[in-house]
């Protein structure tokens, strides 16, 4: 895309800090470095939707999360996709969901999961915004039952991303741009040797991100060799 000028929109450039948070860099700058907490992320985050619906990155605190067990790092990458509600896009709801704040009555979908306690790492909204909710040094609850090469469960070894999306819907090009760039800053930060969708580490029971999700094209974006990819 073009802007007025006839000069190409530069891309947003990511890195994960020490404390596992996104950061946007511009210039020789970031994009603020106080972790987020508890007590400013509304505040920041309300600001941050008021200035520009389109801001590339915001931090949502979500409080489903726990420690990794000692010494253990990250090194799969776990794709899924959620519409709240289903197949609906837009809206404040899958932040509801993963912090806790989700209204039963408002949908007769969301009394079946109210009781639900998860989250993700990140999500990929379909205009190309990244909502981080939990620091890559936690576990995020995004996997369940899960197993990959016989490791067991996958929250304690994995990064979980959801694409806002379904299984009967292209996504956009603009996900893939910016799914690439997350990708490739957890990459440089944790040295991340897999990835996955959340279909192949639970099949049967899932099946994000489904036929609609471009594996080949993401895994040349984001530098996958065929060996790390399904």
């Not at 949502?60 to 420690?67: A, I």
């Amino acid at each position: 895309m073009k802007n007025n000028g006839g000069t190409k929109k530069k891309a947003p450039k990511f890195k994960i800090d020490r404390h596992g948070w996104l950061r946007q860099y511009t210039g020789y700058t970031s994009s603020g470095f106080n972790i987020p907490t508890a007590s400013t992320q509304q505040t920041r985050c309300h600001n941050l939707a008021k200035k520009s619906k389109l801001a590339p990155l915001r931090h949502v605190l979500s409080p489903n999360f726990s420690e990794r067990p000692l010494g253990l790092k990250p090194t799969l990458l776990v794709i899924h996709y959620i519409s709240l509600p289903p197949d609906q896009f837009g809206g404040p709801y899958i932040e509801q969901l993963f912090t806790n704040r989700l209204n039963p009555t408002e949908h007769p979908f969301f009394e079946e999961i109210k009781d639900l306690r998860v989250s993700a790492h990140f999500l990929v909204r379909r205009n190309g915004q990244i909502v981080q909710f939990v620091s890559t040094e936690k576990m995020a609850f995004h996997a369940g039952q899960s197993d990959f090469f016989g490791r067991g469960p996958c929250n304690p070894y994995s990064i979980g991303i959801e694409l806002e999306g379904n299984g009967t819907t292209a996504f956009e090009d603009i996900q893939y741009d910016r799914l690439a760039l997350l990708t490739n800053a957890l990459k440089l930060r944790y040295g991340l040797t897999a990835v996955r969708g959340h279909e192949h580490i639970a099949p049967g029971r899932k099946q994000d991100p489904g036929p609609f999700f471009d594996w080949q094209r993401y895994a040349k974006a984001a530098g996958w060799t065929k060996r790390q990819q399904p």
